[in-house]
């Protein structure tokens, strides 16, 4: 189980951080990241990280200014927003999968193999 939390409005140039606690099995061999969906858009590769955080991987869009990272003793991934913009308006979702390609997290999201409830960031101009 995935649990998202920390969206909110906020006004463009702030930052938010987004945590998603995950339950219920081992985790150590997924990766696990963020997927966007904004209104009347289509879901968006944010960005993902590996279990050991060595690796991640980030949207063009986001480059720069979002950083994720995990936290393996609590179970928890996290999603650092800076320099927020109003395009970055979206419902959040936090996911996880065995795998990563671009073309599964950026094409085939739906696939990915766990999924938590969204997480509503609204950033005002």
């Known amino acids: 189980q995935l649990q998202a939390s920390g969206g909110g409005l906020v006004q463009a140039g702030g930052s938010l951080r987004l945590s998603c606690a995950a339950s219920g099995r081992t985790w150590q061999t997924y990766y696990m990241g963020w997927i966007r969906q904004a209104p009347g858009k289509e879901r968006e590769f944010v960005a993902a990280?590996?279990?050991?955080?060595?690796?991640?991987y980030y949207a063009d869009s986001v480059k720069g200014r979002f950083t994720i990272s995990r936290d393996n003793a609590k179970n928890t991934v996290y999603l650092q927003m800076d320099n927020l913009k109003p395009e970055d308006t979206a419902v959040y979702y936090c996911?996880?999968?065995?795998?990563?390609?671009?073309?599964?997290?950026?094409?085939?999201?739906?696939?990915?193999?766990?999924w938590g409830q969204g997480t509503l960031v609204t950033v005002s101009s």
């Open positions: 996911a996880a999968d065995q795998t990563y390609s671009d073309i599964l997290w950026s094409r085939r999201s739906a696939s990915l193999d766990y």
């Open positions: 990280v590996t279990w050991t955080g060595a690796n991640t």
